[in-house]
């Protein structure tokens, strides 16, 4: 696939010639501004805390010589266009979530989430231990992208709903918001996916445009008010078990930075992940007690419920074998998955039990 050929002939090609001297690296005395699209509106709880802290964190590691300029949607291009806007050239970086990409190309759902998949730390096994960096870099060849994790959300919760959910039958027409691969999992339950950017979520669950969303987890849910909306909230999703957050840098920029500034943005990136996860887990219980304190009612989905998901998530997964590299990533990504659960599960995962069973917490 010559992504690159595409891109100058196409529309989007034609607005990044026009905004040219947007794009162009800025240089100073030595020193070099990237311009960073993000699908996140300033402020938002986890998603751009991750982008601030890189953006904080780059400045930081290079004593001011590589910096980046945030660009929240609307300030460059929309949430969603940030993919684009980067492959092509507009703008020299984003912070995003993969999936929103599968459009693109299916194999990008494991650079964020998907259906039953890894831990944050055992995406972040992955990726920098299991060949995970490798593929997103093979991947980002076909759309002139150096790929890098910034972030990750950890588990994000099952989602606010109007009411409850007893059976997955109550999935079928219900109005939901959730990307990715995941999304796909519940329109094979009938449901009715939207994929809408975060800053537009509170007023589609208001308005009744949704019957419910999946957003992160207690901290950014609280934040941004679902809970003045909806009472039901689903606490555990079988969807994004660990959230990873993407800062991919267009390839030609990427090739063009020092080795000192390219060391700087990746380590800086696995700064981010480590931090903000850190910062979004200690912080979830509290926010969760918030919530239950404003009228939330907190659920679980039941084992019928979960066994729905899983049937369907299967289908969703075989769906897309037939992508060559789809299936590497794939195969991959479990390889690494089985190989951190075989001692995880033994370890942290029965202390765990055992501290909740003889403690309580």
Known sequence: MDRRSFLKTSALGGTAAAATTLAAPAYAQGKRTLTMVTSWPRGFAVLDDAATYLENFVSELSDGSLTIEKKAPGELVGALEVFDAVSSGQADMYHSADYY?????????????????????????????????????????????????AGNSGSQSGGWFRKEINSADDFNGLKFRMPGLGGKVLGKLGASVQNIPGGELYQALSSGALDGLE?????????????????????????????????????????????????????????????????????????????????????????????????????????????ELFAKIRGSFETSLANSASWINKSDGFYVQQRVRVLGQ
């Open 101 to 149: 990409f599968i459009g693109q190309h299916p194999g990008y759902a494991y650079f964020t989430a998907v259906p039953f998949g890894g831990t944050a730390q055992e995406v972040t096994n992955w990726y920098h231990h299991g060949g995970g960096e490798e593929l997103h870099d093979e991947l980002g060849q076909i759309f002139n992208m150096k790929g890098l994790l």
């Open 215 to 323: 957003w992160v987890g207690p901290m950014a849910d609280e934040r941004a008010g679902f809970q003045e909306v909806a009472k039901v909230y689903y606490t555990a999703g079988f969807h994004e078990p660990g959230s990873a957050l993407a800062a991919n840098v267009n390839l030609d920029v990427w090739n063009e930075l020092s080795d000192h500034h390219k060391a700087v943005l990746r380590y800086a990136s696995m700064a981010v992940t480590h931090y903000q996860l850190a910062e979004t887990l200690a912080n979830n219980g509290a926010a969760l007690a918030r919530l239950q304190a404003q009228g939330v009612k907190t659920l679980q989905f039941s084992d019928d419920v979960w066994d729905a998901f899983g049937r369907a998530s299967a289908e969703v997964m075989d769906e897309n074998m037939g992508d």
